[in-house]
């Protein structure tokens, strides 16, 4: 935060700050921080990749608030990703690939609401997610058999190596065509898993 507030402290930052001097305006950048971290934490719902949600939303106030949202990492730990008519899924991707970048090396959970989605419809989602796997803490979401086990897919990231502890998952379709049960085994950190099948004729 020291090279946060030689920012809030140049000529061009002070005098816009003096602008909104007024109540949180006043508040040092490690404050400003807590009061961000304490909305995310009032809200019962994991954050989503909106400019009118918390922590995007922080982001467009003023420079001020951009620097400080920026620098708090723990503001970008957790991610909701629900498809919507008229959103293309590559946002998605994006989305969690900016998430990931901003929350460093955190542990980072996220959400997945898919009512349908064959993996090369959000290949580029299930990639991003998986590059990030040795920094998962909560999975969870409702989703095709197919999306959950691409995320399970190949990669370099050993089980003994993950943040892992929480997968909550509503998973659509018939779970056993796929076995994803032989996906998930290693994980040292695995305290609480949660499988529902929702099975689709």
């Known amino acids: 935060m020291d090279t946060l507030a030689s920012q809030i402290?140049?000529?061009d930052i002070s005098e816009g700050h003096r602008k909104i001097s007024t109540g949180i305006g006043h508040l040092f950048p490690e404050l400003l921080a807590e009061v961000f971290l304490h909305c995310i934490r009032e809200n019962a719902l994991w954050p989503r990749p909106n400019v009118t949600d918390i922590p995007m939303v922080l982001c467009r106030v003023c420079r001020i608030w951009r620097l400080v949202a920026l620098a708090t990492p723990r503001l970008w730990t957790h991610l909701?990703?629900?498809?919507?008519?008229g959103r293309a899924r590559s946002q998605d991707a994006t989305a969690l690939r900016i998430w990931a970048e901003r929350s460093q090396?955190?542990?980072i959970s996220f959400s997945i609401r898919y009512n349908d989605g064959e993996p090369g419809r959000v290949g580029d989602l299930i990639e991003e997610a998986r590059i990030h796997r040795h920094r998962?803490?909560?999975?969870?979401?409702?989703?095709?058999?197919?999306?959950?086990?691409g995320l399970w897919g190949p990669t370099t990231v050993e089980p003994s190596q993950s943040m892992l502890r929480v997968i909550y998952i509503n998973i659509l379709s018939d779970v056993t065509r796929y076995g994803p049960f032989r996906r998930i085994h290693g994980y040292p950190n695995l305290t609480c898993l949660l499988w529902r099948p929702i099975l689709l004729h």
Do not use: D, K
């Open 136 to 149: 998962w803490e909560q999975v969870s979401g409702l989703m095709p058999c197919a999306v959950f086990c």
């Open 80 to 85: 909701s990703l629900t498809f919507t008519a």
């Open 105 to 107: 090396s955190y542990p």
């Open 9 to 11: 402290h140049s000529p």
